[in-house]
């Protein structure tokens, strides 16, 4: 997407809106654009970063540091404001996070919407100066910030970053990351957003000015999904947490990895520059790669039969040997930081998955058509602030339109008004595609089977959100080691607190002061069928 972005820099100011995985984006942002000769872009940086030595160094670097958070502070917001105005006049290029703060969970999170209302106000007065905001996704095959990541998902509080943290940095620089992709999406320009809405830029309102912006950060973060390329990594980290069994031999690594690039490709994925060969097959030597870096980063581990199962882990250096005996297994204290990787790809398997999990969870070979999409509609729903390319569109025209394509595919079959098993496909057969499909999402369902469990305790006393979270947490961890749940990266506090707002939408929750409330209909009966039909689902 270079050239498309040179094409509007030449012609006007670029708002850059990149995905924001790890703290290294600001670098391979500016380091791709300064590669391709153009300007470097203003970056609109936490003010968290603002410490010494970084703090000075960014700022030389075209970095400006503003609050999280400045709701209530008139004067604050005015000088924020003038600064983003004289920069969007002087033809500035600016870079800031819609998501607001790292996804730990690597999917995206909900847009923030405070800092681009202000330079959406500031571009709609700027008549003569063409503006565009441009979607990036930033993509790693590995990310430096895993570990941290990882702790954070299990409830630790986000250290604060200072000087000392460099130190980190500086261990950390000397591991093996793999690949980072760059992908710039179609601008989208503030005119044409002007003109389909019916702005009067003489006369905007707020609550114009307010449908600007809200439809401006929704096709940012479709923009986002849909440049989002297939990387060999994500694939082996979503082929590795998501099979049946213990571990997954080389050659059936590379098979998995090809029939998730077949099933992507159908939801619009492009492939990352190196995963295929030219007739479309998906290269072994990027699946090696890939899991190699996995391997040395200790996400994975290595298996040969008689060889390693009674070594050390420190003895188990990776093996040359690719051959059908080589097998690769997750370590459980792993699968978070794996996680994380997945779901940077996890919204081309979503759909899919949910559609598989409402015909599964019917429990009957032939399921009413309207049940199926009934029941996709609810998951959707309950999903919708995790995955947040949900809220793209109608959602109940996505999931038809999927459970059409499973059926054209051969995973489901129509018979009359109702669904059944298909026929299945070169890809496999049918029950295997459907329980594959519905592998994708079972972390994110457990989650919610944990999140509905908590919420009734709220009968017996209020909870601040952290307090509920906590107990969340410690609630989620109880099911993993009694066996009610199977994956360990199911009780993550990033998911949990999703899915109390996912109950907020279905009206079981509302919010109070510092925390939730049970609503009349979160009734004991109502709950204990809600968790009832989670855990058929998964």
């Avoid at 947490?241 to 571990?247: A, I, N, S």
């Avoid at 049970?518 to 998964?538: C, F, I, K, N, V």
Wanted: net charge neutral; proline share 4%; hydrophobic share 45%.
């Amino acid at each position: 997407g270079l050239q498309r972005l040179r094409e509007v820099s030449r012609a006007g100011t670029v708002v850059l809106l990149p995905s924001h995985k790890s703290h290294v984006d600001y670098i391979v942002l500016s380091y791709v654009l300064r590669s391709n000769l153009f300007e470097l872009p203003v970056v609109a940086a936490g003010d968290n970063l603002s410490f010494f030595p970084v703090g000075e160094l960014l700022r030389r670097g075209g970095a400006f540091f503003i609050r999280r958070d400045f709701r209530g502070d008139r004067l604050y917001a005015a000088v924020v404001d003038a600064y983003v105005r004289r920069l969007l006049r002087d033809g500035y290029s600016i870079e800031f996070y819609l998501e607001g703060g790292r996804s730990r969970t690597g999917r995206l999170l909900a847009p923030q919407l405070g800092l681009l209302n202000l330079i959406v106000d500031s571009a709609l007065s700027l008549e003569d100066r063409p503006i565009a905001f441009v979607p990036v996704s930033i993509t790693y095959d590995r990310l430096m910030d895993d570990v941290e990541l990882s702790r954070e998902k299990l409830g630790a509080t986000k250290r604060k970053e200072s000087a000392r943290s460099l130190v980190s940095v500086l261990d950390a620089m000397s591991y093996e990351y793999g690949r980072v992709f760059v992908n710039f999406g179609a601008p989208i320009a503030l005119d044409e957003v002007v003109t389909d809405l019916g702005v009067d830029r003489a006369h905007v309102t707020p609550a114009k000015r307010r449908a600007v912006t809200s439809r401006i950060a929704s096709q940012v973060m479709s923009g986002i999904h849909r440049a989002v390329p297939l990387s060999a990594g994500a694939l082996v980290a979503t082929a590795m947490l998501d099979m049946p069994g213990r571990g997954l031999s080389h050659p059936d690594l590379v098979a998995r990895c090809g029939r998730l690039k077949t099933i992507a490709t159908r939801h619009g994925a492009l492939a990352a520059p190196g995963l295929l060969h030219v007739d479309g097959r998906i290269r072994e030597m990027a699946v090696r790669e890939a899991a190699l870096v996995f391997v040395r980063g200790g996400l994975l581990r290595e298996h040969l039969p008689d060889d390693t199962l009674g070594r050390r882990l420190s003895d188990m250096a990776p093996t040359d040997d690719t051959s059908d005996e080589l097998i690769y297994a997750v370590p459980e204290e792993a699968r978070l930081r794996l996680d994380i990787v997945k779901g940077q790809l996890l919204h081309f398997f979503a759909d899919r998955a949910i559609v598989s999990l409402a015909f599964l969870g019917a429990g009957a070979r032939l399921v009413p058509l309207d049940r199926v999409l009934e029941d996709s509609q609810l998951l959707a729903g309950l999903l919708s602030h995790e995955l947040t390319h949900l809220t793209d569109g109608p959602i109940e025209t996505r999931l038809r339109w999927t459970l059409e394509d499973m059926i054209e595919f051969g995973a489901l079959g129509p018979l009359r008004a109702t669904v059944v098993v298909g026929e299945g496909h070169e890809r496999g057969d049918a029950m295997a595609l459907l329980t594959s499909h519905a592998s994708h999402l079972i972390s994110v369902i457990e989650s919610l089977r944990i999140a509905t469990r908590t919420i009734r305790l709220l009968r017996e006393e209020p909870l601040q959100k952290r307090a509920l979270l906590r107990r969340a947490l410690s609630i989620g961890r109880q099911m993993f080691l009694g066996g009610e749940i199977d994956r360990r990266e199911a009780p993550n506090a990033p998911t949990l607190a999703s899915a109390f707002e996912g109950f907020v939408d279905r009206g079981l929750l509302k919010r109070a002061k510092d925390g939730y409330e049970l609503t009349d209909l979160a009734t004991e009966e109502e709950l204990r069928s809600l968790e009832a039909y989670l855990r058929t689902a998964s």
